[in-house]
């Protein structure tokens, strides 16, 4: 089982970053893929980005010149490091995690945060 509290959101200006972590707790944390995705008002939940327990990481199209997911295992933390930020990437951030192997669809993701806000401002 594993708990997940996301952390790091707030308002910033277009063309601004901001960093997103992942606290994780509970057992196998280390062999749990983890991902972020997000969700706007009125959309669907959307993948931004995952790290596998093999540290191999994959980006949403959307994001994959501006963002950088990493994992420290030892802490039990995930970062998403979110730069050059703009209009469309004010959502609800959650982290999630799925057993290896789980991708890119929010069904293969076992367990989830209660999400932190990003607001990108103009």
């Known amino acids: 089982q594993v708990q997940l509290v996301e952390s790091g959101g707030g308002l910033v200006q277009a063309g601004g970053s901001l960093r997103l972590s992942c606290a994780a707790s509970?057992?196998?944390?280390?062999?749990?893929?983890i991902a972020w995705f997000r969700q706007a008002p009125g959309k669907e939940r959307e993948f931004v980005s995952a790290?596998?327990?093999?540290?191999?990481?994959s980006y949403a199209d959307s994001v994959k010149d501006r963002c950088t997911i990493s994992r420290d295992n030892a802490k039990n933390m995930v970062y998403l490091q979110m730069t050059s930020l703009t209009l469309e990437d004010t959502a609800v951030y959650y982290c999630?995690?799925?057993?290896?192997?789980?991708?890119?669809?929010?069904?293969?993701?076992?367990?989830w945060g209660q999400g932190t806000q990003v607001t990108v401002s103009s």
């Open positions: 790290v596998r327990w093999t540290r191999f990481t």
């Open positions: 999630a995690a799925g057993a290896p192997g789980a991708g890119r669809e929010k069904n293969g993701y076992q367990y």
């Open positions: 509970g057992r196998s944390f280390n062999n749990y893929d």
